[in-house]
């Protein structure tokens, strides 16, 4: 990690969007802009919370320990979006880690002053509320599907959030072109199983895949499976 003297054009993050124009000039003052090269890990779970982080360019992974040696992929962050708030509260340790998946830049916010901001910023306040509960609605699909989804819905549902994430190229494969195994762990499922049902998938003609590129082809069929 280093810190850069480039940073955001405070226009970008809905953080920077909704506060007040005249709060603005101290989100300048105490911003840090950090990058990060792919795989490298910005935050570990069980960290203490020093701040949050929004991402001003490239791809970040929110994952959490599964087992001994596995990882759960919860989210992912791009452009605008804010990581790190899942540590908020009164217990002010990072149950999750986040991992750049390709070099990244991020806006470093000091909790106290993202707090302070909170207190000030009622629009703001509101916003990151609504993402709370929508974010809350997700965690709770994503547990009902691991526990009622098959293994090739779980697979399906993964490859279609991606799409809707990443977006996609004029060619049509998805933007990101992310590991097997990150595929894998936001599936919660494993490696291998990945694998076959992607292969499974593209001798059925539902995806097409070239090495890291993936193309859905038939979206409506592969969403009959979640």
Not at 11 to 21: E, G
Not at 84 to 103: D, K, V
Request: with cysteine.
């Amino acid at each position: 990690m280093k810190e850069s003297k480039r940073g955001c054009d405070l226009k970008n993050c809905v953080f920077c969007k909704l506060c007040l124009k005249e709060w603005l000039p101290a989100i300048s003052l105490n911003r840090k802009t950090l990058e990060y090269k792919k795989g490298e890990v910005i935050f570990s779970e069980g960290e203490k919370v020093e701040g949050i982080y929004f991402v001003y360019s490239g791809a970040v992974k929110v994952h959490k320990r599964w087992g001994d040696d596995k990882e759960l992929i919860l989210r992912f962050a791009t452009k605008g979006d804010i990581f790190g708030h899942r540590g908020m509260g009164y217990n002010p340790y990072y149950p999750i880690s986040a991992t750049a998946i390709e070099n990244v830049s991020v806006c470093f916010i000091d909790l106290a002053f993202f707090v302070s901001s909170l207190k000030v910023n009622h629009a703001y306040a509101l916003q990151l509320i609504m993402f709370f509960a929508d974010e809350l609605q997700e965690s709770e699909k994503n547990m009902r599907n691991l526990a009622h989804m098959s293994v090739k819905g779980r697979v399906a549902s993964a490859l279609i959030r991606l799409k809707d994430k990443f977006g996609v190229t004029e060619s049509g494969h998805i933007i990101m072109n992310i590991s097997r195994q990150d595929i894998a762990s936001f599936a919660s499922t494993t490696y291998e199983t990945v694998f076959r049902v992607l292969s499974e998938f593209v001798e059925n003609g539902l995806v097409e895949s070239d090495g890291r590129q993936i193309t859905l082809k038939k979206e409506k069929e592969l969403m009959a499976f979640t």
